[in-house]
């Protein structure tokens, strides 16, 4: 992650690589309350998030709940990325330990479902989630808000004074996010940034940098990349790569 001192009053978030999701036309009714004509013009904001993702209408409804005047605004039309998108199984491990705005999305799951935490759950549940945060947090979510690619975003010293979208729209705010998987709001801002993992000696942080070989969710075995009728040996048994998938679960689980 790139260094505080480096972001000033921007604040990148950035929590998976993956596309947006995308559709013609939208499914949201919400999206042709914002057409661009009405949107032509300077809007002045504490905060501004630009992507809905599940980071992104986090930090937005976290700012919010501090009595912060947030906007939100989405390339696209849906709010929750992945998440909203078909991602439904939370990949937890302990989930004791799950806290904050994640534990309290579960548990907003489970009162739709009648449970008191639900982990796993349906794309529409999901963003129906995401909609009644932000709404309840008095967050402006405005769809079909794309920065523009040339010349989006103004700059005063080392801040963003506002960025540009392409329907017209100009937004200046105090703090920016981006909460994209792209970063381009990041990219166009001209900040320091880094990707993959620090090594350990860089933040003194053991657990970083490339960790060795171990047993748990990792092949000890030899996988084939071809040839389904190929077999391997795991604890005395001969497994078939068919479907390389129960090779895998049956391994990683200590089967």
């Not at 630009?50 to 947030?70: F, I, K, L």
């Not at 998108?85 to 004791?96: E, F, I, K, S, Y």
């Not at 540009?164 to 166009?188: C, H, I, Q, R, S």
């Not at 996988?223 to 068919?242: S, T, Y």
């Amino acid at each position: 992650m790139t260094h505080p001192n480096h972001l000033s009053a921007f604040l990148l978030i950035l929590l998976t690589i993956s596309p947006s999701q995308a559709g013609e036309p939208s499914s949201n009714p919400s999206v042709k309350l914002y057409a661009a004509a009405a949107l032509a013009q300077s809007h002045t904001y504490d905060v501004v998030v630009y992507g809905g993702t599940a980071g992104g209408v986090v930090a937005a409804v976290a700012a919010a709940r501090e009595g912060a005047r947030v906007a939100l605004l989405e390339p696209r039309d849906h709010l929750g990325g992945m998440v909203s998108g078909g991602l439904g199984l939370a990949d937890a491990g302990h989930r004791q330990v799950v806290g904050g705005y994640s534990r309290e999305f579960f548990e907003r799951a489970g009162k739709k479902y009648g449970v008191p935490i639900q982990w796993r759950l349906e794309p529409h549940v999901a963003e129906a989630i995401f909609n009644e945060m932000a709404q309840e947090a008095g967050v402006a979510v405005l769809y079909r808000h794309r920065l523009c690619e040339h010349e989006g975003v103004k700059k005063q010293g080392a801040r963003i004074a506002t960025i540009k979208l392409e329907n017209g729209a100009v937004f200046a705010a105090k703090v920016f996010v981006d909460a994209t998987y792209e970063g381009d709001l990041m990219a166009k801002s001209g900040v320091s940034y880094t990707w993959v993992r620090e090594s350990r000696d860089q933040y003194g942080e053991d657990l970083a940098g490339v960790r060795p070989r171990g047993t748990f969710d990792q092949f000890t075995v030899q996988i084939p990349a071809q040839g389904d009728e190929e077999a391997v040996c795991v604890d005395g048994r001969n497994l078939r790569m068919v479907p390389l998938f129960l090779t895998f679960f049956y391994h990683s689980r200590g089967g």
